[in-house]
């Protein structure tokens, strides 16, 4: 089997994701740091591996882990070991942990933070009509960013004046360039900075997620601190990355296929289809980190073998042409059905998907309703990744809003 190396500057996501697609639903790849494991790279495969009890989360299963073979400065190892939370354990203990989370995270929970998302938009959007006209904006920096985190802070109970840091921290957190003697402090940084959140809410719990994780350690659910300290990290890390870069592969996509932005904001196209195709065709989170083999599991007329590493190419899978038919390539706003796992499928599925098509899907409407002649004010192509294997991140979206609806210059 030939190995695929991941590109740890991202400079062509489309044609890697390709490649893998091409080596068939399972590749071998190597990712930054000159790690082996192995990519599921197909729709159905993915979805048959992410129910398969046989692939668990426990790093205590990686051959590479169990002989040594990864250093504890590799820049990826925060999300290989995170630290005990219901992304790293399997079964029972899985759900015990995640039925808390879950309880916050209901569809008619999440319905409640409505007023308060559209509140954030309307001052956001506000805040960009000062801008010059004709001046161009980092629409990313300016709009994405801002909303996904102050929404995923309010939910967790996360003071404001500790959003700097956060973003300093994940950025190194995600970026395969974070030099490796940087890594070690960094991820002890995470850890203060969330125990410090955690003991602030102790002290003066509020009627947050945070606090709610507290009390229930109090009363018989038997968190330990570590669970809380990394479910927290773990719902702010995944909880804001995936709505930004959403909302920002939907503007991408709108404006470099007009004739379907024409229609969706003529009504002709409804905005939940836009997200779900955005999903599904540049999808947020290109590759999911790391699952492990428990015995040899055969995927397609390949063999995963026992005890090797498994990521999730969700770059790739989603445009598997077997699922998707021969469009699968195409960005088609209208397509229907639509069934991708952008967001997961089985247990580990994402607990945030609710809330970040809520997010979307009142941001984006509220965005071209305010600036209908929005345009990139750069080609397309010059628009860069960063450098993340798991996250599809671009550093900026640079674009020109027009003049705001209903205001004449």
């Given at each position: ?13 489309d044609g890697e994701s390709a490649a893998l697609r091409a080596a068939g639903p399972l590749a071998e790849v190597e990712l930054p740091g000159g790690v082996h494991v192995y990519a599921v790279t197909h729709h159905a495969e993915a979805r048959a591996l992410l129910t398969d009890s046989r692939v668990v989360k426990d790093i205590n299963v990686w ?347």
């Open positions: 089997m030939t190995r695929i190396a991941l590109d740890p500057f991202v400079s062509d996501l051959n590479a882990w169990r002989r040594g073979e990864i250093p504890l400065d590799w820049p990826l190892i925060g999300l290989a070991n995170p630290g005990r939370s219901m992304l790293t354990v399997d079964g029972a203990e899985h759900r015990r942990l995640r039925t808390l989370v879950a309880q916050a995270l209901t569809v008619r929970r999440v319905e409640r933070l409505r007023e308060g998302i559209e509140a954030l938009t309307n001052a956001s959007l506000e805040k960009l009509a000062s801008h010059p006209a004709g001046e161009p904006v980092d629409l990313k920096a300016e709009f994405a960013y801002p909303l996904p985190m102050n929404v995923i802070s309010e939910l967790m109970g996360v003071d404001a004046a500790d959003h700097p840091r956060l973003k300093e921290l994940f950025e190194k957190f995600f970026s395969t360039q974070t030099p490796p003697e940087e890594v070690p402090q960094m991820m002890a940084d995470l850890g203060t900075l969330f125990t410090k959140i955690v003991d602030d809410k102790r002290a003066n719990p509020g009627d947050d997620l945070t606090s709610a994780l507290i009390a229930a350690s109090e009363n018989g659910d038997h968190l330990t601190d570590e669970e809380i300290v990394n479910t927290l990290q773990l719902i702010i890390a995944a909880g804001h990355e995936t709505t930004i870069s959403l909302i920002v592969n939907v503007v991408e996509a709108l404006q470099t296929h007009p004739e379907q932005r024409e229609k969706v904001l003529s009504g002709e196209i409804g905005w939940d289809g836009v997200i779900e195709e955005t999903l599904r065709w540049n999808t947020p989170t290109s590759h999911v980190l790391i699952r492990f083999a428990t015995e040899d599991i055969e995927v397609g007329d390949k063999i995963l073998p026992k005890g090797e590493g498994l990521i999730i190419s969700f770059g790739a899978l989603g445009r598997d042409e077997e699922q998707y038919g021969p469009t699968a390539g195409e960005f088609d706003a209208a397509r229907t059905p639509n069934r991708h796992i952008a967001f997961g499928h089985g247990p580990h599925v994402c607990p945030g998907a609710a809330l970040s098509r809520l997010e979307a899907g009142i941001a984006l409407p509220a965005l071209y309703e305010k600036f209908p002649e929005l345009e990139l004010a750069v080609p397309a192509s010059e628009l860069r990744n960063k450098p993340i294997v798991t996250q599809n991140d671009l550093y900026e979206l640079p674009v020109k809003l027009g003049c705001p609806f209903g205001r004449e210059e």
